[in-house]
Antibody
Framework: QITLKESGPTLVKHTQTLTLTCTFSAFSLYTSGEAVGWIRQPPGKALEWLGLIYWNDEKRYSPSLKSRLTITRDTSKNQVVLTMTNMDPVDTATYYC????????????WGQGTLVTVSS | QSVLTQTPSVSGAPGQRVTISCTGSSSNIGAGYDVHWYQHLPGAAPKLLIYGNNNRPSGVPDRFSGSKSGTSASLAITGLQAEDEADYYCQSYDSSLSGSVVFGGGTKLTVL
């Protein structure tokens, strides 16, 4: 059974950099077709896709946030790291990581999510 | 504003059938990319309900079904139950934005 779990700070200050780690199990990011994505949901708002990292280390980012995002992987630890710079209170949201199948570009397994609050 | 458009809310009585629509464009749904649907209950992680337009993951009741035509897709729920009350999101892929995943704005389903 695939599992994912997000970890990182629950509170960051305006202009700081957010670093979140997604630790996963039961699949390998070296295996063709596998990917991990990041999605967030501000309070009361819709899901918003942030980015994806594929088994071949290819990355895709939301065009509106591309300049602020970096996604990397540490396959030895089964972890994916999301870095978002210049945080603003509007970035307050629950951040999810999820397993993705590149064949479909869907998200079939999700982490529980972590609420990140940005203080002004 | 979301790339995929969903009606903000729908409602139905227990036992009834409801449909939730998702409208895209020629660069996403109309380009042939698959549509997926998620159920999001308060305080929980989103759950994949339908993938590849009309496929149910193991464990999802057959009361849930998906369809796609042209630049739109729909999620149908039959035999509405109280526990179906949730937010529902469609999701696809868009080729016009350097290859991006796109979500709909979500539809709140209320079971009366």
């Amino acid at each position: 059974q695939i599992t994912l779990k997000e970890s990182g700070p629950t509170l960051v200050k305006h202009t700081q950099t957010l670093t979140l780690t997604c630790t996963f199990s039961a699949f390998s990011l070296y295996t063709s077709g596998e990917a991990v994505g990041w999605i967030r949901q501000p309070p009361g708002k819709a899901l918003e896709w942030l980015g994806l990292i594929y088994w071949n280390d290819e990355k895709r980012y939301s065009p509106s946030l591309k300049s602020r995002l970096t996604i990397t992987r540490d396959t030895s630890k089964n972890q994916v790291v999301l870095t978002m710079t210049n945080m603003d209170p509007v970035d307050t949201a629950t951040y999810y990581c999820a397993h993705s199948r590149s064949r479909y570009h869907d998200f079939d397994y999700w982490g529980q999510g972590t609420l990140v609050t940005v203080s002004s | 504003q979301s790339v995929l458009t969903q009606t903000p809310s729908v409602s139905g009585a227990p036992g009834q059938r409801v449909t939730i629509s998702c409208t895209g464009s020629s660069s996403n749904i109309g380009a042939g990319y698959d549509v997926h649907w998620y159920q999001h209950l308060p305080g929980a992680a989103p759950k994949l309900l339908i993938y590849g337009n009309n496929n149910r993951p193991s464990g999802v009741p057959d009361r849930f079904s998906g369809s796609k035509s042209g630049t739109s897709a729909s999620l149908a729920i039959t035999g509405l139950q109280a526990e179906d009350e949730a937010d529902y999101y469609c999701q696809s892929y868009d080729s016009s934005l350097s290859g991006s995943v796109v979500f709909g704005g979500g539809t709140k389903l209320t079971v009366l």
